[in-house]
């Protein structure tokens, strides 16, 4: 029998997944986190990118995360996002022409603040597309 914990993952708008997993794996500020059952308890910022969780039943699921924290208790981990899409709900096509547009913003931008923004869309639309990049290479396994 596998061991698991819960796992809920919720952005302000709403509760994305909710559920007993095995593993949950994010991109914290201070690097990539792999959080298994008895964890000790955590508390610490995320950053954009995956987070790849595997439920209970072995199948991998993935979520695109805009930011946000990651809190591990005993029994439960809980994800608390800025913003949150599921991996099967990405556009690609939108994500790669948000990271042309971002990037034709940067190279053109002269003020801190739109600098700024446009690194922030640079980075949302490369968490997407690094997690149907992820999403694609499970699939294949």
């Known amino acids: 029998m596998t061991m698991t914990f819960q796992c809920d993952i ?5 509760s994305i997944f909710s559920g007993k997993v095995a593993m949950v794996i994010a991109a914290g500020v201070s690097g990539e986190l792999g959080i ?3 964890h000790a ?13 595997q439920d209970e039943l072995g199948e991998d699921q993935f979520f695109a995360v805009f930011g946000g924290f990651l ?20 556009d690609q096509t939108a994500a790669e022409k948000a990271r042309a547009e971002a990037e034709r ?37």
């Open 10 to 14: 919720v952005s302000a708008r709403e």
């Open 36 to 38: 298994y059952p008895r």
């Open 41 to 53: 308890p955590l508390f610490t910022k995320l950053k954009p990118g995956t987070v790849r969780i």
């Open 71 to 90: 809190e591990v208790q005993p029994h439960v981990v809980t994800i608390l996002a800025d913003t949150v899409l599921r991996g099967k709900d990405i």
């Open 105 to 141: 913003e940067l190279s053109s931008c002269t003020g801190q603040m739109d600098i700024a923004e446009a690194e922030v869309k640079l980075l949302k639309a490369l968490a997407e597309l690094q997690t149907l990049d992820r999403l694609r290479k499970a699939a294949k396994r």
